[in-house]
């Protein structure tokens, strides 16, 4: 494009045709990189490349259906630097590898554009260096990757956490990094091959020391870099951390919103399923305005919880269901920050030790459609980085609750005849109106 003048003196923009390298092999794309071009366009499927950093202002497309940039083994793939725009490929690496990165050799990335992606390997776009940059990704599809020995993982309330196959991770130290993220329609791997490690994962640089005491009071953060998250959108999502069971301080999550995010809408159009211990599904330590989901959120491993909340939500609204399988894997937790409006559809949790719904912060209203439902008995669960014995209680009051309204239509039953419906360590008292089924409930039952 180029800037014209119409007779009235207003600024217009004339269309002009790129002149776009075409690419067919290792060595035209390689030169045509070394060359700095502007646009380059793959024609068909390139192999036996080394890894690629695209120049500033370079432009990467596929020019028809198959492109596919194959990297050799044991390589990263391709990274970016700033102002850089690649579309309509297929990049491929080991699946440890970083199919899609950051060079992080830039102060200002300007602005990233990635759409229509689909990558063999992880696409992690990580930085220390820039303390601005504007990054839009849309369409993008992990169809396997693995990241559970992947350095740099943020740490907090006791745990460590593990990469996701798709990551956007601002690791700068300084406050003053301020990325802006629209990121829209990212899904990743499958039933058959889920991700390894998280799934989604957003975070910025804020961390919590692993060691902070939570009995102490509110942990201290270190600050870091922030991420301005303006929109994510999520398809399925498929991740399993792979951790032993019995591990007490490493957690992954499905979708993660993590330290130094704030999220202004995120939406979970496809269903969240993770399926190994410690996997949390959806995973909030940043602040968002609004998070949907529009489909089932499961966990199949022990100690993953549906949803957990260790940030600040205004508005929460899950309306597929919430199932989890495991032994201590709990449907919802508040356990730190807070929350102002959440609505459920249904909870449901099958394993021993796994509590339907427990609160320790104070919150506005909670309101579930339909059940709350529990069926185990007592069993280990991670809590705060610590495994404890639990019972499957249906609705868990812990102290530091404090509510407005929580309103179930249907039941809140713990169907194991040995597991009390309610567990409440603080009186029912601590929220204002608290009803189940249509009846007011004022003490335990």
Not at 167 to 196: D, I, Q
Not at 265 to 294: C, F, I, Q
Request: proline share 4%; aromatic share 6%.
């Amino acid at each position: 494009m180029k800037l014209g003048l119409k007779p009235q003196g207003e600024f217009v923009e004339i269309a002009m045709a790129d002149t776009a390298t075409h690419v067919k092999d290792a060595v035209s794309l390689q030169e045509a990189i070394r060359q700095k071009a502007t646009r380059i366009e793959v024609e068909g499927q390139i192999t036996d490349l080394s890894s690629l950093t695209l120049p500033t202002r370079t432009h990467l497309y596929g020019a028809s259906n198959g492109a596919e940039l194959c990297f050799k083994e044991g390589q990263p793939g391709l990274m970016l630097s700033a102002d850089n725009r690649i579309a309509d490929l297929r990049l491929l690496t080991d699946e440890t590898q970083v199919a899609l990165g950051l060079a992080d050799d830039q102060d200002d990335l300007g602005v990233l554009i990635i759409s229509n992606v689909k990558t063999v390997g992880r696409v992690h776009l990580e930085g220390s260096r820039a303390t601005r940059g504007t990054l839009k990704l849309d369409n993008i599809h992990v169809e396997r990757a693995d990241a559970r020995m992947a350095a740099h993982r943020p740490a907090g309330f006791g745990v460590e956490v593990l990469l996701g196959g798709l990551t956007v991770y601002n690791s700068s130290k300084s406050r003053a990094s301020r990325w802006t993220l629209t990121a829209r329609n990212l899904s990743g791997g499958s039933k058959e091959n889920p991700l390894g490690g998280s799934g989604v994962f957003v975070f910025g640089g804020w961390s919590v020391p692993i060691d902070a005491d939570p009995s102490q009071g509110p942990a201290p953060t270190q600050e870091g870099g922030n991420i301005d998250l303006e929109m994510l959108t999520t398809g399925e999502v498929h991740s399993d951390g792979g951790i032993p069971k019995g591990t007490s301080n490493l957690i992954t999550g499905g979708v993660f919103v993590g330290s130094g995010v704030h999220a202004r809408s995120v939406v979970n159009e496809g269903s969240v399923t993770t399926y190994g211990p410690n996997d949390m599904v959806l995973d909030n330590w940043g602040k968002v305005d609004a998070w949907r989901g529009h489909a089932t959120v499961v966990s199949y491993g022990d100690s993953g919880i549906g949803f957990v909340n260790f940030g600040d939500i205004d508005l929460l609204k899950l309306e597929g269901p919430i199932e989890t399988h495991g032994i201590g894997a709990r449907g919802f937790n508040l356990y730190d920050g807070s929350l102002k409006v959440a609505e459920f559809q249904a909870i449901t949790t099958y394993g021993d030790g796994a509590i339907g719904v427990q609160l320790s912060k104070p919150f506005g209203t909670i309101a579930v459609e339909r059940d709350i439902r529990t069926k185990g008995g007592e069993g280990e669960s991670l809590v705060r980085g610590k495994l404890v014995h639990l019972k499957a209680h249906a609705l868990s009051l812990k102290p530091g609750t404090k509510g407005d309204e929580f309103k179930v239509k249907g039941h809140v039953i713990a169907e194991n005849s040995d597991v009390p419906d309610y567990d409440f360590v603080a009186p029912p008292s601590v929220i204002d109106h608290l009803e189940v089924g249509g009846k007011a409930i004022s003490s335990p039952q």
